[in-house]
């Protein structure tokens, strides 16, 4: 029988899920990372989150996303959320861009189709919704990386990607990492993330003035797209990408009882965007202990259209008509994976498929 998911968990998730399954009252956190396109190999599974397996809760569920994972977690936010994960997926699935298009022309096409996505009357809801609470880091700029000179920025960037090499603890220098929360963190105990300890994390509360801008500002994927500057409720400055800092992340999660689900496009994690051809950066096993990692199996990517999951190389790589044509086949193929998971959580399966992270 192919194989489609691989489930890997930290010690104390792998204890506790050989003991008594996966229940999806067991998850206090969900984590979306940064990536562009490869989340439509994610699409499946997010349909059987939102659609089955959370479908029914009623106590809190925290959401941090960075990117791609941020846009996808604005729509698990909203009242219907399967409606506003099809809007996304198909805005995003069929923007066509020009030959060789510009970061204004890039960015405004972001801008729309996030507009599309998250509308007025999602934002109220996104702000009020007591279970699915929705958060997501964008990154301040400093420095020659908070200019929209194209060889200004280059030169910033190669600054902060040559501390990066020497240690993370450099980012700051160049960053700083900026956490957009709900609401209702003003007024109980917060998450793990709100005070993850590797560096300086500025928390900025949602409203309806800078829900859309901060979700912009998370995905804008520096020298391709426009920052977002001076977001209403944050401080001044230019904001980009989330994934600067926390590409698919390294800090602790939660805190006390509780499981962190991660659905990722990879069977690893790389800390942050500076570390992705540094094969020896990875997350701290202190912050990985009660995580549960699902991603694609490498028998199911191999079996997909070009044998790899999507990927921003594709828009110059393919004609827009091959590329919307091998997205849709991967978005239809995802499926099986949300499939998978529900049968192996509804089963008990998933205490013998789970293996260590």
Known sequence: MEKLLDIQAGAKALEQIRSEGLPQESIKVMVGASGGPKWFVLSGLDKALL?????????????????????RFSCYAQNDPLAAHERFEKGYLYTNYSDKPTPEEISTKARDLVEIMVTPESVDQILN?????????ADRCHGLTASEIQPIQMAGLALAATGNLISRKTLPSFFTRTLFH????????KPAFFNPGDMHTEPVVFTKENVVDAIMASGSIPAVMQGIRNISGAPDGMYRDGGITDYHFDMPFNHGEGLVLYPHFYSRMIPGWFDKALKHRKPRAENTDNVVLISPSEEFVANLPHGKIPDRNDFANFSYDDRVKYWEKV???SKRLGDAFLEMTASGNVRHHVAPL
């Open 51 to 71: 659609g089955e397996y959370f479908r029914d809760r009623k106590t809190p569920l925290d959401l941090l996303g960075t990117s791609a994972g941020s846009w």
């Open 129 to 137: 919704n007591p279970v699915m609470r929705f958060n997501l880091i």
């Open 182 to 189: 709900h609401p209702a963190y003003q007024n109980e105990e």
């Open 331 to 333: 978005v239809s193929e």
